[in-house]
């Protein structure tokens, strides 16, 4: 969380990623020129009249309604007075807690600021520079993980094939702890980086990502004890201090016992999360091409997209023009 604030009249600017993409280029005419591009669109995001449809799922969100404006305002108040409110926070970052809580004040201001304590207290906003994990390539062959080009919206796709994860072997070359940490840098890379990058290359602000959870493979033995207790932690990180972040989830190659595996997940999760999440069998490839061009799917998902090394390992985005390197330790 660091950069000033800035608001327009008739919505917001998303400020914090547009100065920390200077991290993420090799000079400052690029970052320069994903500010113009976020300051003419800043009105699309959050309290706007017209709403990215990267950020929607109905056109219900596209406006406040007088009440939820309301609440926007008073959470601004509120944490105004209790001398909590950061100066990076916008608009659309306060919309995202109230959103989180149904718009109840009280309770958003309460997870905005255990999100301030923890932030705090884990070291985010240093972890890209502090953080190192020169395991991170053996960690992806065991668990294989990544961001791979953008969906129809301009957001991020994130695939996780959990089917293929091997815990044992995963567990010889690193902890659950660091682990955590990694996921933590991770979500700081894609908030100050990936997100900008995207806003660019659509000409508008792009602040969700769509996940891919592919669990072909899967059986009850994935979710061992262990495997349990660590998905809780990730969900509570994602959920209470990362909020609203998903835009949408889609569970392909379901089991036949993943119906008694959500029964075990879905306690986990917050009531609004389950409606962004849609689960598939094996027949998933038109629903994925509803939402993803075929040259931007990996060939393993029913596209045409091989990239050199492989898509696990490329990375391949927007954000591949920019000459920050998040694990220097690779290169």
Request: one cysteine or more; hydrophobic letters at 35%.
């Amino acid at each position: 969380m660091g950069s000033k604030h800035s608001e327009s009249k008739r919505g917001v600017a998303i400020a914090r990623p547009v100065l920390d993409l200077y991290q993420c280029t090799s000079a400052g005419s690029k970052a320069e020129e994903v500010a113009a591009v976020l300051h003419t669109h800043s009105h699309a995001i959050g309290i706007a009249r017209v709403a990215d449809s990267s950020l929607i799922t109905s056109e219900d969100e596209c406006v406040l309604k007088d009440a939820q404006q309301d609440a926007l305002q008073k959470l601004r108040s509120s944490l105004q007075g209790r001398g909590s409110l950061q100066t990076c926070t916008t608009e659309a970052d306060l919309l995202r807690f109230l959103r989180a809580r149904s718009f109840d004040v009280g309770k958003a201001r309460a997870m905005y600021e255990a999100m301030l304590e923890w932030r705090r207290e884990i070291g985010a906003d240093t972890i890209m520079e502090t953080f190192k994990f020169p395991e991170r390539k053996a960690v992806k062959e065991l668990y294989p993980h990544f961001h791979h080009k953008v969906d129809k919206c301009g957001r991020p796709v994130y695939i996780e094939r959990y089917g293929q994860l091997h815990l044992e072997d995963l567990l010889r070359v690193t902890t659950l702890d660091r682990l955590l940490l990694y996921h933590i840098k991770e979500w700081e890379i894609l908030i100050n980086c990936k997100f900008p990058a995207c806003s660019q290359a659509v000409g508008r602000p792009v602040l969700q990502s769509l996940t891919i959870l592919d669990l072909k493979g899967v059986t009850m033995k994935h979710l061992n004890k262990q495997v349990r207790h660590f998905i809780q932690k990730i969900t509570r990180i994602d959920q209470d201090y990362y909020p609203e972040y998903l835009g949408k989830m889609l569970i392909i190659n379901a089991p036949t016992s993943f119906k008694a595996m959500w029964q075990l997940i879905k306690p986990w999760l917050d009531k609004n999360t389950p409606k962004k999440i849609e689960v598939h069998g094996s027949s998933y490839s038109a629903k994925l091409l509803e939402l993803v061009d075929r040259e931007n799917l990996p060939e393993f998902l029913g596209g045409t997209c091989r990239c050199q090394g492989g898509c696990e390992n490329s990375d391949a985005g927007p954000w591949n023009d920019s000459f920050y390197k998040p694990y220097p330790e690779e290169c």
